[in-house]
């Protein structure tokens, strides 16, 4: 298990987005990210985006809000993790756990069709 530290600065840009920029250690260097997130209204849906200084591929994100309003869950297509050249399919889950602390749990889909966690980060508001 690997674990990394960094920050991140999160704006709202307007009514409907909200942009997250995060700076940290992965794999032996320094990343940088970029995560943009709103609603779309005609959908009744999510959407988003998330790209990374150590990779080329543009994640896009569609998504929903559990009733409670507490879990949002992300759902993308990116590079599989065997490594073969194809693509697979991912979720993120956002939990807010409190106004100053919510949790990314990342997963990606197993030819089986079972969920398999590979990444769960903490962020605090400081």
Not at 36 to 49: A, C, E, I, S
Not at 61 to 75: F, K, P, R, S, W
Request: glycine fraction near 10%; proline fraction near 2%.
């Amino acid at each position: 298990m690997e674990t990394s530290t960094g920050t991140e600065s999160v704006k709202s840009l307007g009514d409907l987005w909200v942009v997250a920029e995060g700076q940290g250690e992965m794999c032996d260097t320094v990343a940088t990210t970029m995560m943009t997130l709103g609603y779309n209204p005609q959908k009744q849906r999510f959407v988003g985006t998330w790209v990374g200084s150590m990779m080329a591929h543009l994640w896009v994100y569609d998504g929903d809000l559990d009733a409670a309003e507490q879990v949002l869950t992300l759902h993308s297509e990116g590079p599989a993790m065997t490594g073969e050249g194809k693509m697979g399919q991912y979720k993120d889950v956002i939990e807010f756990k409190s106004p100053d602390h919510r949790v990314l749990t990342s997963f990606f889909l197993r030819d089986d069709g079972q969920w398999q966690q590979f990444m769960t980060a903490n962020y605090h508001r400081q």
